[in-house]
């Protein structure tokens, strides 16, 4: 699951900005249009994004849920969906028979919850079920009710972000993005990592990973003896960022519509970069503008790929917030984040 190399980066961020306390909470937020996606993938796996739950063995009574959408609601997750219900029973002739058909929908609340025997994964505890007719009038009893609620709970509460493969992950990439001396301390702190807080916000869950810092001494080391290794500081440095960041969507469809417009991205960022040569507040801006437009087409690509990679997921970070982890990187790690080693850090991070 490639969910793994978007934490890698934000594990990244986090470490560089907290360098300067002995244990620190470094926060990750994960966006609902995120979850979202990656409750489809894991939990709605029908062809229509729906999921069917069987509650015997020959599917006389089943419960099928689709459409789902997610946001936060009073400090919980709430999950909403579209529901069909049939309720049935097994005959003589191993068939089902019919009982009642129903169509509505429901809301669940729940509060994410640490769990795991590392505490690196976060699982959603159902705190209510409700369920709506299609006029949305809440049903206050009945079979249909009572049989949604049986399998309410058990459905969404399967569903956990696990980030034991972004761990994983980040201590085999850690050591081909900095000095060997600054092995012993980014190994302590990565071995120090679980969850801390949780919280569900307006926008998005924001999960707080506790973890020993990095020693000062050692993140200062790195940023002397890597000066030539920061961020692109000239129109051309971020013209070959931003082309490769276009080709590399551009090879992921086939669309027209889709690849002419990451075209036009780029043939507008070009010609702002004409204009602006070496002044590095208007090329950071030039990016986190360019970037907020490529990533609904990163979205877009995305949702009809079996599979994402990281340029997709990246896609659910804002241009700012994607330039504040890169920032990171390059002041506290030592990370090589010149045109070429921006290219290197994706191409590292998709094999």
């Known amino acids: 699951m490639h969910l793994r190399k978007f934490f890698v980066l934000l594990f990244f961020s986090g470490i560089a900005f907290s360098a300067q306390a002995e244990i620190v ?3 990750i937020f994960a966006s609902y249009d995120l979850l979202r996606e990656l409750m489809l993938r894991e939990l ?6 729906s999921a069917t739950v069987n509650a015997d063995k020959l599917g006389c009574t089943t419960v099928n849920f689709a459409k789902p959408q997610v946001n936060g609601i009073e400090g919980l997750l709430q999950l909403r969906a ?4 049939k309720l049935g029973l097994p ?12 169509s509505g929908s429901t809301a669940l609340k729940g509060t994410p919850v640490v769990v795991g025997k590392d505490a690196l994964a976060v699982q959603f505890k159902v705190v209510d079920a409700q369920v709506f007719d299609t006029a949305g009038m809440p049903m206050k009893s009945g079979l249909i009710k009572q049989a949604l609620q049986t399998r309410l709970r058990p459905f969404l509460e399967q569903y956990q972000l696990d980030l034991q493969p972004s761990l994983a992950r980040a201590k085999t990439v850690l050591p081909l993005l900095t000095e060997h001396s600054a092995a012993e301390s980014l190994a302590r ?3 120090s990592v679980h969850l801390g807080t949780l919280q569900a916000e307006a926008s998005g869950l924001k999960i707080n990973v506790d973890m020993e810092a990095l020693n000062p001494a050692v993140a200062q080391t790195l940023v002397r003896n890597n000066p030539a290794s920061a961020l692109p500081e000239t129109a051309q440095e971020w013209d070959s960022v931003l082309s490769s960041i276009v080709k590399q969507l551009t090879h992921k469809t086939k669309s027209p519509e889709i690849r002419e417009a990451l075209l036009e991205v780029l043939q507008d960022a070009r010609q702002q ?3 602006t040569t070496t002044d590095r507040d208007a090329l ?12 609904p087409l990163a979205k877009t690509i995305g949702a ?19 330039f504040k982890t890169l920032e990171a990187l390059e002041k506290v790690l030592g990370v090589d984040l010149s045109a070429q080693g921006l290219t290197k850090l994706m191409q590292t991070l998709d094999k």
């Open 284 to 295: 950071k801006s030039i990016f986190m503008a360019s970037w907020d437009r490529l990533a």
């Open 82 to 85: 579209n529901v069909e219900v």
């Open 304 to 322: 009809k790929a079996p599979q994402q990679d990281l340029l997709q997921l990246l896609a659910y970070l804002s241009g700012a917030d994607l």
């Open 273 to 275: 970069l004409k204009k």
């Open 25 to 27: 909470s470094v926060p």
């Open 91 to 102: 005959n003589s002739a191993k068939k089902c028979t019919v009982l009642s058909e129903w």
């Open 44 to 49: 709605f796996k029908n062809p229509d994004h």
């Open 189 to 191: 702190s990565l071995a």
